[in-house]
């Protein structure tokens, strides 16, 4: 019994778009979305980038409160992204990112939502950005596997 593909579905071209996005991380912490921004990275501040590389490498998720635990983390990944030599400077932004008392981690949760708001369909912007209520884990909902890290 042969099997009948419809046309409109048999080519490449007419495919319905995927539901889902591949997320890249190259060799340079560099960010890309191969899917919705033609292969451009997505371009963030690096103690933005800090913050959203470390909720993908942790898709449990991590309580806000908690975060100052994963301190040396933060530390690591802000290390292999910037350009300062400094290593005062890195951990006091660093500590000021993980401090309960500032808002800065906010205005980067803000920042990353905005950056990928810009590039992504809606729908799939909750599955990209960091959820999660204050007082409970923040993540990032799109699934390990749909992350490609390079690095």
């Known amino acids: 019994m042969a099997v009948i593909v419809p046309t409109h579905f048999s080519s490449q071209k007419n ?13 340079q912490c560099r960010i ?9 990275e997505v371009e963030m501040q690096p103690l933005v980038k800090v913050l959203y590389l470390f909720f993908l490498k942790h898709p449990e998720g991590v309580l806000l409160y908690d975060l100052y635990d994963y301190r040396q983390e933060f530390l690591q990944i802000y290390q292999q992204i910037t350009r300062m030599a400094c ?4 951990a006091q932004n660093v500590d000021r990112l993980l401090n309960r008392q500032d808002n800065s981690i906010h205005e980067k949760f803000s920042r990353i939502k905005s950056t990928l708001a810009a590039r992504v369909p809606g ?12 007082w409970w884990q ?3 909902a799109i699934a ?6 390079k690095v």
Do not use: M
């Open 87 to 90: 290593p005062k400077v890195i």
């Open 123 to 134: 729908r799939l912007l909750k599955e990209l950005h960091c959820l999660g209520a204050p």
């Open 15 to 27: 495919r319905p778009k995927p539901q889902h996005s591949c997320l890249v991380v190259d060799e």
């Open 32 to 40: 890309f979305l191969p899917e919705y921004a033609s292969q451009t």
């Open 144 to 149: 390990p596997h749909l992350v490609d890290w």
């Open 138 to 140: 923040k993540n990032i």
